[in-house]
Nanobody, 121 residues
Framework: QVQLVESGGGLVQPGGSLRLSCAASGSWHSINTMGWYRQAPGNQRELVAT???????NYADSVKGRFTISRDNAKNTVHLQMNSLKPDDTAVYYC???????????????WGQGTQVTVSS
């Protein structure tokens, strides 16, 4: 059974910082890409940042230079350091993992339950 546990969301003032973490528990054969997506009220879920098992990263234009994604392959965790936060960053942030379980032939995409980030004065 796979469980993605997110932490680190909350309320922060504009210009502030937050660090999100996601721990992916399960009987993994391997994990490929890990990432973060977000969804604001009335909007579709959108990509924030992804990181491959080889540490190649990809960022949405709106967060480049402000957010940094990292991962710990030994612990199957992914982090998102968010700096210079803006009100437009307010959303529910979801952890995303593309992984393959032991004894399973294919990779699947898994989602966390989401953590709220609110940027407001």
């Amino acid at each position: 059974q796979v469980q993605l546990v997110e932490s680190g969301g909350g309320l922060v003032q504009p210009g502030g910082s937050l660090r999100l973490s996601c721990a992916a528990s399960g009987s993994w054969h391997s994990i490929n890409t890990m990432g973060w997506y977000r969804q604001a009220p009335g909007n579709q879920r959108e990509l924030v940042a992804t990181i491959t098992s080889g540490s190649a990263t990809n960022y949405a234009d709106s967060v480049k230079g402000r957010f940094t994604i990292s991962r710990d392959n030994a612990k199957n965790t992914v982090h998102l350091q968010m700096n210079s936060l803006k009100p437009d960053d307010t959303a529910v942030y979801y952890c995303n993992v593309d992984g393959r379980l032991l004894y399973r032939p294919t990779y699947k995409t898994y989602w966390g339950q989401g953590t709220q980030v609110t940027v407001s004065s």
